[in-house]
Antibody, heavy 120, light 107 residues
Framework: QVQLVQSGAEVKKPGASVKVSCKAS????????IHWVRQPPGQGLEWMGW????????NYAQNFQGRVTMTRDTSISTAYMELSRLRSDDTAVYYC?????????????WGQGTLVTVSS | DIQMTQSPSSLSASIGDRVTITCRAS??????LTWYQQKPGKAPKLLIY???SLQSGVPSRFSGSGSGTDFILTISSLQPEDFATYYC?????????FGQGTKVDIK
């Protein structure tokens, strides 16, 4: 069965960086884009970008350009999202999700989420 | 960027009620419209994709309709497990924007 398992909660100071991992299993990792979506406490969903695990190509939301880096390690079927220069308003649950049903498809499987808390 | 606007932002309904949630895109998104359900403390769950295609395992009381810029999610007979927040998302272009969510709670 398809699973995306994310790394554990993080507490970071303002200005630091955080790197969240997303390990895929149950399908061919390189066959499906991985997206990252975040959700601040009590708020809605915000799309951050995607990575093509096959080529390593990425597409980031303008809001995160220059601060986010999405990478992958195909040998261990894992995608990563690194966010730098953290601010208090980056406190959120960060999700990875697989894009299914081909290009421009829905996000059909999601990780369990990783809470990142930014606090001095 | 394409803006996605859901209405209402919240609603109260009773078991067995028919519930409709609207999602409007700021420009045409063809059929690239998805609906998700999210319960507190959980990841979103895919309900409907490509406007009206029901994800495997999702009850048939959920349905989607619309085209172009205006879309509707309908729950034909609300069940206790349907109390949740619902989000629409467009995948026509990046950024893949979400609606702000509609919270469905018990009347």
């Amino acid at each position: 069965q398809v699973q995306l398992v994310q790394s554990g909660a993080e507490v970071k100071k303002p200005g630091a960086s955080v790197k969240v991992s997303c390990k895929a299993s149950g399908y061919t990792f390189t066959g499906y884009y991985i997206h990252w979506v975040r959700q601040p406490p009590g708020q809605g969903l915000e799309w951050m970008g995607w990575i093509n695990p096959n080529s390593g190509g990425t597409n980031y939301a303008q809001n995160f350009q220059g601060r986010v880096t999405m990478t992958r390690d195909t040998s261990i079927s894992t995608a990563y999202m690194e966010l730098s220069r953290l601010r208090s308003d980056d406190t959120a649950v960060y999700y990875c999700a697989r894009e299914g049903y081909g290009y421009r498809g829905p996000l059909d499987y999601w990780g369990q989420g990783t809470l990142v808390t930014v606090s001095s | 960027d394409i803006q996605m606007t859901q209405s209402p932002s919240s609603l109260s309904a009773s078991i067995g009620d028919r519930v409709t949630i609207t999602c409007r895109a700021s420009q045409s998104i063809s059929s690239y419209l998805t609906w998700y359900q999210q319960k507190p403390g959980k990841a979103p769950k895919l309900l409907i994709y490509a406007v009206s295609s029901l994800q495997s395992g999702v009850p048939s009381r959920f349905s989607g309709s619309g085209s172009g810029t205006d879309f509707i999610l309908t729950i034909s007979s609300l069940q206790p497990e349907d109390f949740a927040t619902y989000y629409c998302q467009q995948s026509f272009s990046t950024p893949r924007t979400f609606g702000q969510g509609t919270k469905v709670d018990i009347k």
